[in-house]
Nanobody
Framework: QVQLVESGGGLVQAGDSLRLSCAASGRTSSIARWAWFRQTPGLEREFVATISRFGGTTSYADSVKGRFTISRNIVDNTSFLQMNTLKPEDTAVYYC????????????????WGPGTRVTVSS
C-alpha cells in the first residue's frame, strides 16, 4: 500500500502563487505515475496534471496549461504542483494521486489518494 499526504493549500488572492506538495510513504516503488486532481462541491473530480515517475513526462488540463507546473522528486518520493497566476475558478480541494500504470486522466484509474488540501482564491 501507498499513503499520500498533501500540504501547501491555503487562501490567496487572484494572481498569487501556491505550491502544493505530496509526500508518499509505504510501497512507493509501485508508483509509476503521479497526478493532481481537484474537486469543487457538486462537481466531479477534475484532472489537473500528471507526471511519470521515470522520465518526467507531463500532461496538463487545458484550464491550467501555462500556469501550473507538476514535478516530482524520485529520491524523496514527493510530487509538487506549482500554481501561478491563480484565478478564483481554481478554488477547489486538490488531491494528490498515484498509480502503477501509465498515463490516464480518469480519476477512477488511480489506486492511491491523499486526503486533499483546500485552495481558495479570492477575487
Amino acid at each position: 500500500q501507498v499513503q499520500l499526504v498533501e500540504s501547501g493549500g491555503g487562501l490567496v488572492q487572484a494572481g498569487d502563487s501556491l505550491r502544493l506538495s505530496c509526500a508518499a510513504s509505504g510501497r512507493t516503488s509501485s508508483i509509476a505515475r503521479w497526478a493532481w486532481f481537484r474537486q469543487t462541491p457538486g462537481l466531479e473530480r477534475e484532472f489537473v496534471a500528471t507526471i511519470s515517475r521515470f522520465g518526467g513526462t507531463t500532461s496538463y488540463a487545458d484550464s491550467v496549461k501555462g500556469r501550473f507546473t507538476i514535478s516530482r522528486n524520485i529520491v524523496d518520493n514527493t510530487s509538487f504542483l506549482q500554481m501561478n497566476t491563480l484565478k478564483p475558478e481554481d478554488t477547489a480541494v486538490y488531491y494528490c494521486a498515484a498509480r502503477p500504470g501509465g498515463f490516464n486522466p480518469v480519476s477512477t484509474t488511480y489506486n492511491y489518494w491523499g486526503p486533499g488540501t483546500r485552495v481558495t482564491v479570492s477575487s
